[in-house]
């Protein structure tokens, strides 16, 4: 990392360069080798059990909840945006529901073969307001994830925003077929609208 190479994949190919096994005070003809990308990887999610409190969550449990936090407060600043930009509050709202395939090319991270779109990406989701164009959320997700992984938590927030300003905004959703599943139409019924 301190040599401008973040990524751990960048670890397969800088294993063998004279410099970095004279760093490590390693021989230069490598025995042993440096770590491999694979192993570098895994570091960020290492942590041993006996080094946790009894009581404590979980490390990686509590790095999602953080992540969680942030894309909430991500979404939540732009609804706020648009709510405040409008003279009125809107009446009604269509909120358009997609995800979008953005393909990597080499070895990302997260990144991975998805068969429907018969490529390597990342399958980003988006919520935009259809009249305006407006982005209401948007969060980067793996490529093999499901069309309506995290859709529910995200649309639920931005509802509750949209009624605490009108209560009486009438809020259709246009998606395609991958949020064709229960927890999604169960979800847009919870205040006893459709």
């Known amino acids: 990392m301190l040599a401008g190479c973040p990524d751990g994949n960048d670890a397969d190919r800088l294993r063998h360069d004279a410099l970095f096994p004279l760093l490590a005070a390693v021989p230069p003809d490598g025995e042993p080798a440096l ?6 990887a895994r570091f960020p999610y290492a942590y041993p059990r006996r080094g946790q409190r009894q009581g404590q969550p979980e490390v990686l449990l509590v790095r999602r909840a953080a992540q969680r936090e942030r894309r909430q407060r991500r979404h939540d600043f732009l609804a706020d945006r648009f709510l405040r930009t409008r003279v009125t509050p809107p009446t009604e709202i269509i909120l358009e529901v997609d995800a979008t ?11 991975g073969y ?6 390597h990406h990342y399958l980003p989701r988006w919520v935009f307001d259809g009249a305006s164009g407006f982005p209401w959320a ?6 093999t994830a499901h069309p309506s992984q995290g859709a529910v938590d995200v649309l639920r927030r931005v509802v509750q925003k949209l009624r605490a300003v009108g209560p009486e ?16 139409y169960d979800s847009g019924q919870q ?4």
């Open 101 to 111: 395939d953005d393909p990597s090319h080499g070895h990302q991270a997260l990144s």
């Open 114 to 119: 998805h068969g429907c779109y018969g490529q």
């Open 138 to 143: 948007c969060w980067l997700r793996h490529g």
């Open 191 to 194: 205040d006893g609208r459709r």
């Open 35 to 40: 770590a491999s990308g694979s192993t570098l």
């Open 169 to 184: 905004v009438v809020i259709n959703g246009r998606a395609d077929s991958g949020l064709a599943v229960p927890a999604v």
